[in-house]
Structure formats: structure tokens, C-alpha cells
């Protein structure tokens, strides 16, 4: 199986930025692509963005266009999600998660059903 582990959240004010960070490691080659999802407190988990591991598309969710973006470092076996004008409808707590199942259309990155393992997440909180 693959482990993943988050770091990076903390607390910031609204318009600051963050970057999370995504280290996975065990059977690492079994990776395909890469997703953060973020879930508020008593909400359902939802989708942010994900990154193909080889060659590097990305999708992100319309709430993060133009104020996210997810990159990955394939050396590492890190992926990233660098978070600017932070709002306080941001906060959560984020979470990373891989899929092993090969290529798929798009839109069916922003499902948490796409994904295997998921990390134990990070808290972000942001104030007004």
C-alpha cells in the first residue's frame, strides 16, 4: 500500500497564503495521480485538486482556480498545494489522497471514490 503523510497547515488571516505538502511512500510506483480534498467541520469531504504524477495535468475544483495550485515533485514523491488569498470559507482540514487505478476522464478526479489511500490530513484555519 502507499502511505501518505500532510504537513504545512496552520493558522493564517484571510488573503495570506500556504503551502501543504504530500509525502508518500511505500509502494510508490503504484501511484497514478495525486488529489487534495478538504472537509469543514460536520461537512462532507470535497474536492480541491489533483495532478497526474507522469506529465503533470492538473484539475482543480472552481473554488481553487486562480488561487491554488498543485504541482508535484516526482523525486521526492511529494506533491504540493500552495494556497493564496486564502478565505475563511478555506478552512478545513485538508487531505491527501493517490489513485492506483490507471488513467480516467477528468472529472472523475474531483470523486473521493477515484482514490485508495488517504492521508490523515492537516488543519487549515483561516481568519477573517
Known amino acids: 500500500q502507499v502511505q501518505l503523510v500532510e504537513s504545512g497547515g496552520g493558522l493564517v488571516q484571510a488573503g495570506d497564503s500556504l503551502r501543504l505538502s504530500c509525502a508518500a511512500s511505500g509502494r510508490t510506483f503504484s501511484s497514478y495521480a495525486m488529489g487534495w480534498f478538504r472537509q469543514g467541520l460536520g461537512k462532507e469531504r470535497e474536492f480541491v485538486a489533483a495532478i497526474r504524477w507522469s506529465g503533470g495535468r492538473s484539475y482543480y475544483a472552481s473554488s481553487a482556480k486562480g488561487r491554488f495550485t498543485i504541482s508535484r515533485d516526482t523525486a521526492k514523491n511529494t506533491v504540493y498545494l500552495q494556497m493564496n488569498s486564502l478565505r475563511p470559507e478555506d478552512t478545513a482540514v485538508y487531505y491527501c489522497?493517490?489513485?492506483?487505478?490507471?488513467?480516467?476522464?477528468?472529472?472523475?478526479?474531483?470523486?473521493?471514490?477515484?482514490?485508495?489511500?488517504w492521508g490523515q490530513g492537516t488543519q487549515v484555519t483561516v481568519s477573517s
Open positions: 489522497a493517490t489513485r492506483t487505478g490507471g488513467e480516467i476522464s477528468g472529472y472523475r478526479y474531483t470523486n473521493t471514490n477515484e482514490y485508495d489511500y
